[in-house]
C-alpha cells in the first residue's frame, strides 16, 4: 500500500469533490461541450500527476505547495460563500486584500477544514516518487505550467468563464494569471485633474452623503405600509425631507456602488470614469470644502471599497471608530456628524454605515428588539459585515428569524441614527443626502439559497434603495420639489454624483454631459442595477431591471410583531 500511496492520496482528493465535477457535467447535459470539458479535465489530471512524479524535490515541494494554496484558496471560498469562485468574485477578493487578518479570523474553521482537506493534495505530491515516469524530466516539470496556461488560454477567450467542474487547485491560479495579464495591460489612463467649469459663489453650507450597508428600501416605513419607523418620515422643525423613495442602486455588491459614488462613474462608462476622472473629494477641495470620510465599518486605518492611498491624500479628516463595538459605531458615527454639523465649516462629508450587513444576529441592544421571534444572540457581537452560517441553513423558519433581526437593526441603525441627528445636530445649513449601497434578498419570494445580495442571479430587491435628501428649511440650494414627483420611484445612485457637482456650484451643462443627471432634473433613469460589475475580458456587465410592481413588501403576521413601537 506505502508504495501506491502518492497516487491514493490524489485519487482520494479528486474523489472529494465528486459532487463538484457531476454537478458541472449535469449542468452541460449531452453533447459537444461535455467532450470539450472531459478532454480538458484529463489533460489537467495528467498533469497533476506528472507533477508529483517531479523527481527534483525543490522543484516539485514548491509545485506542491504552490497547488495546495491554491486550492485551499477556492475551498475555504466555497464554504464560506456556499458559491462558485467566478473571475469577478477573485478580483473583488484582491481588491479586499487588506482585510485578511479579519477573514482569517472570522473564518478560520472554514480555513482549519479547508487546509485540513488540502493536506491529501500537499502530500500526495510532495511525497517522494517510488517509480519513475518514462518522460523527459523538463516535460514533468513544465506540466503543472501548461496546465495553468492551457486553462488560462480558455477563460481568456470566454471572459473569465469556462473553468467550473476541473481540478480546483487550478482555478486560482488561472484567475492569477488573468489578472496579472489585465494589470500588465492597463492603458486607461492617469487620472486627471479638476476641468469643470464652476461659479466663483463659495459653498456655504456642509454637503452630507450618507451611504447605508445593506439597507433594503422596501423595509423601511417611507416606502411600504409595514416597513420598519425610519425617522424619515415625520415632519421635522426647520427641517425639509425630500423622499425620492424607491431608487436603483449602481450594484448589489458594496464595493462596486461605492467606488462609482465617489468617482461618478455612469451606466455606459463607469470603467473609466472611475478610473481616470477626479473623485469627489478632488471636486469639493476645488469648491473649497473640507473633506471628511467616516467609516464606521473598518478600523486600524484599512482601506476599502476599492479606496487606495492616492485617494486618501484628498480627504483632509479620514475617521474610524477603533475602540467602539460594531453594534454602536452607527452611533458613534451620528454623533461625529452631530458635531461636524455643528463647527460652522463647510464641509464635504461622506460616511459608509455599518447598517444591517449579514450577520444581523447582534447589530441592534436588546432594547431595539421589537421584532420576535428572532435569531439566536451572542454569536457575532464584534463581526462588522461577514461571518459563519452555523445554524443558519436558509429554510424559510431561518429566513422568519432573519427578517425579523434585520427589522431590529433598521430600528437601530437607521431609526436611532436619524433619532438623534435630528435631535442633536444643527441642520440649519446643511444638505444631507441618504441611501444605501445595494438593497437585499431576504427570500420573501420563497427561493432557496443563503445569500442576501452579490448574487449571480439577482432579485429586484437586491438592488432597490431608500433616496432622500434632508435639508434646512431656511437653505437655498436645489429646488428639489420641482422634480419630486417626476423622479420618486424613478431615479438611481447614477443620479447622486452630478447632483453633488450641481450642489457644490460645478455648470449643469458640463455636469451632465460628463456625469448624467441630477436629482433637480428630470432623471428619466433606466431603473437598473449592474451584477457583473467586473465585466472584464470583453465581457459584457449584466443589467437587472426593477419592476416595481412585483417587489415584495414586508407585511404585519403573528410571527413579525412590533412591540413598542
Given at each position: 500500500m506505502i508504495r501506491y500511496l502518492k497516487e491514493v492520496l490524489l485519487v482520494l482528493y479528486l474523489l472529494k469533490n465528486y459532487d463538484y465535477y457531476l454537478e458541472r457535467l449535469s449542468a452541460m447535459g449531452i453533447g459537444f461541450p461535455v467532450l470539450l470539458f472531459g478532454g480538458m479535465f484529463i489533460a489537467l489530471t495528467v498533469a497533476l500527476f506528472m507533477t508529483?512524479?517531479?523527481r527534483q524535490t525543490l522543484v516539485r515541494h514548491l509545485f506542491a505547495l504552490v497547488m495546495f494554496v491554491s486550492a485551499v484558496f477556492f475551498d475555504v471560498y466555497t464554504r464560506v460563500t456556499a458559491d462558485y469562485l467566478t473571475y469577478s468574485s477573485f478580483v473583488s477578493l484582491?481588491?479586499?486584500?487588506g482585510f485578511i487578518q479579519e477573514a482569517i479570523y472570522q473564518y478560520r474553521d472554514a480555513i482549519i477544514s479547508g487546509l485540513l482537506g488540502g493536506m491529501l493534495l500537499l502530500f500526495g505530491i510532495g511525497l517522494k516518487p517510488r517509480r519513475r515516469m518514462p518522460l523527459p524530466g523538463a516535460l514533468m516539470v513544465a506540466a503543472p505550467v501548461l496546465g495553468v496556461l492551457l486553462l488560462s488560454a480558455v477563460l481568456f477567450v470566454r471572459?473569465?468563464?469556462?473553468?467550473?467542474g476541473l481540478p480546483i487547485m487550478y482555478t486560482p491560479l488561472a484567475y492569477l494569471n488573468l489578472f496579472t495579464y489585465e494589470a500588465l495591460h492597463n492603458t486607461v489612463g492617469p487620472r486627471e485633474p479638476v476641468s469643470l467649469a464652476r461659479n466663483d459663489v463659495p459653498v456655504g453650507h456642509d454637503i452630507v452623503l450618507i451611504i447605508d450597508e445593506s439597507i433594503s428600501g422596501n423595509y423601511l416605513d417611507i416606502n411600504a405600509?409595514?416597513?420598519v419607523h425610519s425617522n424619515l418620515k415625520e415632519p421635522r422643525p426647520g427641517v425639509d425631507i425630500f423622499n425620492y423613495g424607491y431608487a436603483a442602486s449602481i450594484a448589489n455588491c458594496s464595493a462596486d456602488t461605492n467606488v462609482t459614488l465617489r468617482y461618478g462613474g455612469t451606466r455606459a462608462d463607469y470603467m473609466r470614469i472611475n478610473t481616470t476622472m477626479p473623485s469627489i473629494w478632488q471636486y469639493a477641495r476645488k469648491a473649497g470644502l473640507r473633506t471628511v470620510y467616516i467609516d464606521a465599518q473598518r478600523t486600524g486605518g484599512n482601506l476599502q471599497n476599492l479606496m487606495n492611498d492616492a485617494e486618501k491624500k484628498d480627504i483632509d479628516e479620514f475617521v474610524q471608530f477603533d475602540q467602539t463595538s460594531v453594534r454602536d459605531r452607527d452611533m458613534a458615527a451620528a454623533a461625529k456628524l452631530v458635531d461636524l454639523l455643528n463647527d460652522g465649516k463647510p464641509e464635504l462629508v461622506v460616511i459608509n454605515k455599518v447598517g444591517a450587513h449579514f450577520p444581523v444576529h447582534d447589530k441592534y441592544p436588546?432594547?431595539?428588539?421589537?421584532?420576535?421571534?428572532?435569531?439566536?444572540?451572542?454569536?457575532?457581537?464584534?463581526?462588522?459585515?461577514?461571518?459563519?452560517?452555523?445554524?443558519?441553513?436558509?429554510?424559510?423558519?431561518?429566513?422568519?428569524?432573519?427578517?425579523?433581526?434585520?427589522k431590529n437593526t433598521l430600528l437601530w441603525n437607521v431609526g436611532e441614527f436619524f433619532?438623534?441627528?435630528?435631535?442633536?445636530?444643527?441642520?440649519?445649513?446643511?444638505?444631507?443626502?441618504?441611501?444605501?449601497?445595494?438593497?437585499?434578498?431576504?427570500?420573501?419570494?420563497?427561493?432557496?439559497g443563503l445569500n442576501t445580495h452579490c448574487g449571480g442571479d439577482p432579485v429586484e430587491e437586491e438592488g432597490l434603495v431608500p433616496l432622500v435628501v434632508i435639508q434646512g428649511?431656511?437653505?437655498?440650494?436645489?429646488?428639489?420639489?420641482?422634480?419630486?414627483a417626476a423622479n420618486k420611484d424613478r431615479s438611481s445612485h447614477y443620479n447622486i454624483f452630478p447632483t453633488l457637482l450641481q450642489l457644490m456650484g460645478y455648470d449643469l451643462a458640463g455636469v451632465e454631459a460628463l456625469y448624467g443627471k441630477p436629482l433637480s432634473v428630470s432623471t428619466a433613469d433606466e431603473f437598473t442595477f449592474n451584477y457583473r460589475f467586473n465585466a472584464r475580458l470583453g465581457a459584457k456587465p449584466e443589467w437587472k431591471h426593477i419592476d416595481l410592481e412585483s417587489i415584495v413588501t414586508p407585511s404585519q403576521t403573528p410571527t413579525s410583531v412590533a412591540v413598542g413601537q
Open positions: 508529483a512524479y517531479i484582491v481588491y479586499s486584500g471572459a473569465g468563464e469556462g473553468a467550473r405600509p409595514f416597513g436588546d432594547g431595539f428588539m421589537a421584532y420576535r421571534p428572532t435569531l439566536p444572540r451572542g454569536q457575532f457581537v464584534e463581526v462588522a459585515d461577514t461571518g459563519k452560517r452555523d445554524g443558519f441553513n436558509g429554510q424559510p423558519d431561518d429566513w422568519v428569524l432573519y427578517r425579523n433581526a434585520y433619532s438623534r441627528v435630528f435631535a442633536q445636530a444643527d441642520l440649519s445649513n446643511a444638505l444631507l443626502i441618504y441611501t444605501s449601497d445595494h438593497g437585499q434578498d431576504l427570500h420573501e419570494r420563497g427561493n432557496p428649511s431656511g437653505l437655498k440650494t436645489l429646488d428639489w420639489s420641482a422634480q419630486l
